[in-house]
């Protein structure tokens, strides 16, 4: 028996009661250690459990200090806290929560970004908090200077037309540029769409050219410039183009990425063309997906809002500008969840 071991001293009015009382404290195991008669007839026992043995009810014992019962009730409440947490990852990994991020990853979210979006918008906080929206291609106060950058094939030229056709319909006065003076057949595209429009198109070659051309078209609501085409990775290629670009005061570059490329592809997109400090995100080719959602994953990430959209290849119909209920319902499905439950 070391000193460390509980022991106290217990009495009775028989020796019989005196052991019953150390037992009622200490539990059956309780060893008495020692008996003494006192005068008055009365006895007393000294007993004591040994480490491992006790059955005695916890912070009952007299002989341990109060660090050792706090410390104890600390023990007991992380024990309580961690089982409230089990309890808590569980109903996360298959409860409703669970679910409703299951289904934002189906529509081509990362499960961090899902995760984020479901937690705002499931506290009725809605997607506002994470993504903005913007970046001054509606034109509504202040003319607009845009050029479309991004991946080859991922529908800037086309965008420009769409584009076009609405600030044209909207009564505003239009002017195009193209600057994709490199491949064959690049300009005829948008030449087409100007005559179609019956807009102005100028030829840029450089930055120079391209400085003169955004001077000419001072008077006008608003100026498109088509760009070439760099592929996803072609860091040099787009730090060329922000050569184009260097000096060109008010023109805004907004990159362009196709919605139905995978999240990684997207992410270096991103990266090779944030060199050029793109001032909205523009999502094409939203029809040809079923992760719809993915425009946010690049949206969250960087910071950058979202503006316009590109839902199929008719021009001008294929297209809008983002709005919040449209991400509710189009990217994240959330009102046809409700809807159906
Ligand atoms: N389904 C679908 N197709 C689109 C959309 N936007 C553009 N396209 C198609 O994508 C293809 C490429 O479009 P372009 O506008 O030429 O793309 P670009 O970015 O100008 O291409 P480069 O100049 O070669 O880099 C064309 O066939 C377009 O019709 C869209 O929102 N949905
Ligand atoms: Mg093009």
Known sequence: MTAAEPSAYFEGKTLRQAMRRAQEELGPKAQMLDTWRQPDG???????????DSNRPEGK??????????????????????AELRRLVTVMETGP???????????????SVARVLW????????????????????????????ALVGPTGSGKTTTIAKLA???????????????????????????????????????ARDRDELGRALQRAADYDVVLVDTIGRGGRAREEVAELGELFRGQGGLRRHLVLPANADIEDARVSYQTFR????????????????????????????????????SGQRVPEDFGFFSYPMIRRQLLGLDEAEEDA
């Not at 009365?42 to 491992?52: D, Q």
């Not at 918008?121 to 845009?146: D, F, H, I, T, Y």
């Open 97 to 111: 929560v669970a679910e409703a991020e299951a289904r934002l990853r189906k529509r081509g979210l990362s499960p």
């Open 165 to 203: 056709a609405r600030y044209v319909m909207a009564g505003k006065s239009v002017c195009l540029v193209g600057t994709d003076t490199f491949r064959i057949g690049a300009l005829d595209q948008l030449q087409q769409y100007a005559r179609i429009m019956d807009l102005p198109l100028s030829v």
């Open 275 to 310: 060199c050029l400090e793109p001032a909205s995100l523009l999502p094409t080719k939203l029809d040809e997906t079923v992760c719809r959602a993915r425009p946010l994953e690049v949206a969250v990430a960087s910071g950058l809002p979202l503006s316009a959209f590109g």
């Open 42 to 52: 009365s006895w007393r026992v000294h007993a004591a459990v040994r480490e491992g």
């Open 119 to 146: 937690r705002v918008e499931s506290r009725g906080q809605p997607s506002e908090r994470v993504v903005k929206l913007s970046g001054g291609l509606r034109g509504e106060r202040a003319p607009v200077r845009a």
């Open 61 to 82: 014992d007299p002989s341990r200090g109060a660090t050792d019962q706090a410390a104890e009730a600390f023990v007991r409440d992380l024990r309580q806290e961690v």
